[in-house]
């Protein structure tokens, strides 16, 4: 006498469920850690040898900690050297800490006069220059990812008048 025992439907659909969130999960975590890859590095000579890439246009007017990388998918640069303006988005290279006092005590070096900053998980940075502004923002992207940092220079705005 053979006797099969058989999963019940509840059991077969908590299995699948089960397997599919692994599935997702997984896929989530592979794709998050292909993004921290991604980018082109400041320092590197070839990152420099394109004038047109946005970190050769912008590597003489801004601090960047040696080691980060561009993410080009979020970067739009406009103009080159000490009249650039857009937005720089940046995988750092060090932690959020780190980065806040690299961008705070080293972009005097650059021209820039820190207006405020305010640090945490979500840490922001305001500088000035002539007439453009920038504003840093960056974030801690605890777990397997680095934390980014978004630079983001534009004209300042004059006020209006009567």
Same mark, same amino acid.
């Given at each position: 006498m053979n006797t099969t025992i058989a999963p019940s439907r509840t059991q077969l659909n908590r299995i699948c469920s089960g397997l599919m969130m692994t599935l997702v999960l997984s896929g989530f975590i592979f794709g998050a850690l292909g993004?921290?890859? %991604?980018? %082109? +590095?400041l320092t590197e000579p +070839? /990152?420099? &040898?394109? @004038?047109?890439? @946005?970190? &050769?246009?912008?590597a003489d007017d801004f601090p960047v900690p040696s080691? +980060?990388? $561009?993410?080009?998918e979020e970067t739009l640069v406009l103009g080159s050297g000490n009249n650039w303006t857009g937005r720089l988005s940046l995988v750092l290279s $060090?932690?959020?800490? /780190? &980065?806040?006092?690299?961008?705070?005590?080293? &972009?005097k070096a650059f021209g820039w006069n820190l207006v405020s900053g305010s640090f945490g998980t979500t840490s922001i940075l305001t500088f000035a220059k002539g007439q453009r502004s920038a504003t840093v923002l960056i974030l801690d992207r605890s777990g397997l990812q680095s934390a980014k940092?978004?630079? %983001?220079v534009s004209p300042m705005? %004059? @006020? /209006?008048t009567k």
């Open positions: 993004c921290v890859a %991604t980018g %082109t +590095s +070839s /990152a420099t &040898a394109d @004038p047109t890439a @946005p970190q &050769a246009r912008v080691g +980060s990388k $561009v993410n080009t $060090v932690d959020t800490q /780190a &980065a806040y006092v690299h961008f705070r005590d080293q &972009a940092a978004t630079i %983001t705005a %004059t @006020p /209006a």
